[in-house]
């Protein structure tokens, strides 16, 4: 168990716990600092900070997670310690987001046509007022039957090459980088060991000042977890992590704070956001 976790989803997108919830799950497993990071979406913190008053030796760290696309394979970019109240960040949040529900939409008419029939209505309920993503639609596919479980929806039907998958709003990766560094945050490459393409991506993405990238992420083997110590290490980037818990209920999802990084990598994230916010890069 770790005492920090940098990656956790609630229901202000495709997480299932509220906010509230998802504090208090990680409470009582002994965590004392851990970052909302919801897609597209900052909607979740006020919540959370109001319930981590309840439990004074915990830090919520405001985040992000913004999914974008390279030329070959999809990058998802976290950002720590957003200065989030600001018109401009929300309404590139706010397009995101309308982005994600026109494409779930698209979705459901695709599944349609393939005659599997599940309802906008309920992916939107789904969602219930949260950022969209093909969870929700996959939950949809559960429900009625389509599939047992959420990963056979992507493997059949939603995934980046099924028959059901719509694109998502162009984002280049580096992007969603200088978004996160316009609030005053630190941005750090999401579960690159995903990434067919790691060393390219991180080349680009250094000269956009990416600061840090998971490295203890709960879902990778420690052989890999080792491997991209190493890669952080060449490329000056600090070791983060984190569980990526979503609240799914399938017995094999890592909970909150099943794996994280340091206490000090907190630190040093939050010395580059001081250097960032003074604008002195930082990167
Ligand atoms: P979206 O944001 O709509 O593109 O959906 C991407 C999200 O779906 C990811 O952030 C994960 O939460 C989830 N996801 C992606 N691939 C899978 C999979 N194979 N099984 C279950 N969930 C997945
Ligand atoms: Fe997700
Ligand atoms: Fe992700
Ligand atoms: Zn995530």
Redesign the pocket.
């Known amino acids: 168990m770790a005492v920090v976790d940098l990656h956790l989803?609630t229901t202000a997108?495709?997480g299932r716990l509220t906010p509230a919830q998802l504090v208090r799950l990680a409470a009582s497993r002994g965590l004392r600092t851990i970052a909302i990071t919801d897609?597209?979406s900052t909607e979740g913190l006020e919540e959370a900070f109001a319930t981590a008053r309840d439990f004074p030796y915990m830090t919520v760290i405001p985040g992000i997670?913004i999914?974008t696309d390279a030329p070959a394979e999809?990058v998802?970019i976290l950002g720590y310690f957003l200065r989030y109240h600001n018109d401009e960040f929300q309404d590139s949040l706010r397009y995101f987001r309308n982005g994600?529900k026109e494409?779930?939409r698209r979705m459901v008419e695709k599944l349609n046509k393939l005659g599997i029939h599940i309802e906008w209505e309920r992916v939107k309920e789904l969602a219930a007022g949260g950022?969209?993503?093909?969870?929700?639609?996959?939950i949809a596919l559960v429900e009625k039957g389509y599939v047992k479980?959420?990963?056979e929806?992507?493997?059949r039907y939603?995934?980046r090459n099924g028959p059901a998958y719509v694109e998502?709003i162009k984002l280049a990766p580096q992007e969603a980088v200088r978004i996160i560094r316009g609030v005053g945050g630190v941005a750090v490459l999401a579960h690159p060991g995903d990434l067919r393409d790691l060393e390219s991506v991180l080349t680009e993405l250094k000269l956009a000042g990416l600061v840090g990238m998971e490295v203890f992420y709960a879902r990778y083997r420690l052989e890999k977890i080792k491997e991209l110590a190493d890669v952080a290490k060449r490329y000056s980037l600090l070791p983060c992590g984190g569980s990526?818990f979503?609240g799914?209920g399938n017995s094999n999802e890592p909970l909150p704070g099943e794996l994280g990084p340091p206490e000090e990598v907190v630190e040093a994230l939050r010395r580059h956001t001081l250097q960032i916010q003074k604008g002195g890069g930082g990167g």
């Open positions: 989803h997108s495709d897609h597209d997670e999914n999809e998802h994600r494409r779930g950022a969209i993503g093909r969870p929700h639609v996959a479980e959420l990963k929806a992507f493997d939603i995934g998502r990526d979503h799914l």
